[in-house]
């Protein structure tokens, strides 16, 4: 791994049935790639769902 990359670890409870799910559902995939994405869409509805909070705060303090 180069040197400008950090790495963040995710663990599995396997005697979990979630946690098995998840598992399952990630086997053939891209985990790295998947995460990234999952971040991403997060990061994007709180920028919305801030943006919503802040236009409901103009309203309420006219």
């Known amino acids: 791994m180069s040197g400008n990359k950090i ?3 995710v663990s599995f409870n396997i005697t ?23 971040i991403a869409a997060d990061m994007l509805k709180r920028q919305q769902d801030l943006k919503i909070v ?5 309203v309420v303090s006219k």
């Open 16 to 38: 979990n049935d979630l946690d098995n799910q998840m598992l399952s559902h990630i086997e053939k995939i891209n985990f790295s790639g998947y995460v990234k994405e999952l």
């Open 7 to 9: 790495r963040k670890s």
């Open 54 to 58: 802040k236009k409901l705060l103009m």
